[in-house]
């Protein structure tokens, strides 16, 4: 299994925008699709973006799209989430994991997930 810790959580505005980052340890990282996903208290984990191994494949979630850009540095094991123009209703824990799937949306897809990290946008 990979180990994975999320960071670059916090507060910010409605408008504002935050970068997400998940390092990656253990195994071999480019072996991996990773993704992201959130929940909101009282809500389900829901899926958020994705990336195939090489980069070069994406997936997002419609809510998010056009907002959020999901990346990967392969050499520096770590995979980045930029949210640009949050909104109040992207308030919620922000989960990295990891699947051994070419691509994956789906949370029982993904094998590895780190602790999470706290978004909060205020209006």
């Known amino acids: 299994q990979v180990q994975l810790v999320e960071s670059g959580g916090g507060l910010v505005q409605a408008g504002g925008s935050l970068r997400l980052s998940c390092a990656a340890s253990g195994r071999t990282f480019n072996n991996y699709c990773m993704g992201w996903f959130r929940q909101a208290p009282g809500k389900e984990r829901e899926f958020v973006a994705a990336?195939?191994?090489?980069?070069?494949?994406?997936r997002y979630a419609d809510s998010v799209k056009g907002r959020f850009t999901i990346s990967r540095d392969n050499a520096k094991n770590t995979v980045y989430l930029q949210m640009n123009s949050l909104k109040p209703e992207d308030t919620a824990v922000y989960y990295c994991a990891a699947s051994p799937y070419t691509m994956a949306t789906m949370p029982s897809d993904f094998r590895s997930w780190g602790q999470g990290t706290q978004v909060t946008v205020s209006s």
């Open positions: 990336i195939n191994w090489s980069g070069g494949g994406t």
